[in-house]
Antibody, heavy 120, light 106 residues
Framework: EVQLVQSGAEVKKPGESLKISCETS????????IGWVRQMPGKGLEWMGF????????RYSPSFQGQVIMSVDKSRSTAFLQWSSLKASDTAVYYC?????????????WGQGTLVTVSS | EIVLTQSPATLSLSPGERATLSCRAS??????LAWYQQKPGQAPRLLVY???NRATGIPARFSGSGSGTDFTLTISSLEPEDFAVYYC????????FGQGTKLEIK
């Protein structure tokens, strides 16, 4: 059974750093792109980027380029999303999702989401 | 960037009625158009991909159609569990989502 299990909710202050995780199981981690999606409170879905665990090739949405870093740990079948200096506007639920198919971006399995709250 | 515009923003219908949700792209998406359903407090769920292919386990009352830049998700007869927010998504050029259509009980 394919599963993506994300790390728990975080409460941080502006300027702090953060790394959240997405642990996968039930499939070959290195052969499917992983995507990250942001959902701000009461708002819609925003694609942030993709990463290919096989070689850590990462593609960022222009809106998020330079704002976050995606990474993976192949030995743990886990993907990560990190910030070096959080802002209040980073408050949101962040989802990881597996991308299937030859054309990247079709999200067939999703994590449960990680709520990140940034407040002074 | 390909922009997806969904309409209407909110759709109020009763169980048993037919729902028609629209998604218009700012340029051709080469039929790489998917639909997702999201209920409060839950992750999105893939319903339809590549315009008209239902994902695994999705009931036959959900169907997708369209081509080029205009796409439709139809729910033939609404069940109580279908009231949710629906998003279209393109992956022709990386990825973007529409702003969503909220399907609410009338």
């Amino acid at each position: 059974e394919v599963q993506l299990v994300q790390s728990g909710a975080e409460v941080k202050k502006p300027g702090e750093s953060l790394k959240i995780s997405c642990e996968t199981s039930g499939y070959r981690f290195t052969t499917y792109w992983i995507g990250w999606v942001r959902q701000m409170p009461g708002k819609g879905l925003e694609w942030m980027g993709f990463i290919y665990p096989g070689d850590s090739d990462a593609r960022y949405s222009p809106s998020f380029q330079g704002q976050v870093i995606m990474s993976v740990d192949k030995s743990r079948s886990t993907a990560f999303l990190q910030w070096s200096s959080l802002k209040a506007s980073d408050t949101a639920v962040y989802y990881c999702a597996r991308s299937r198919g030859e054309v990247v971006g079709l999200f067939d399995y999703w994590g449960q989401g990680t709520l990140v709250t940034v407040s002074s | 960037e390909i922009v997806l515009t969904q309409s209407p923003a909110t759709l109020s219908l009763s169980p048993g009625e037919r729902a028609t949700l629209s998604c218009r792209a700012s340029q051709s998406v080469n039929n790489y158009l998917a639909w997702y359903q999201q209920k409060p407090g839950q992750a999105p769920r893939l319903l339809v991909y590549d315009v008209s292919n239902r994902a695994t386990g999705i009931p036959a009352r959900f169907s997708g159609s369209g081509s080029g830049t205009d796409f439709t998700l139809t729910i033939s007869s609404l069940e109580p569990e279908d009231f949710a927010v629906y998003y279209c998504q393109q992956r022709r050029s990386w990825s973007t989502f529409g702003q969503g259509t909220k399907l609410e009980i009338k």
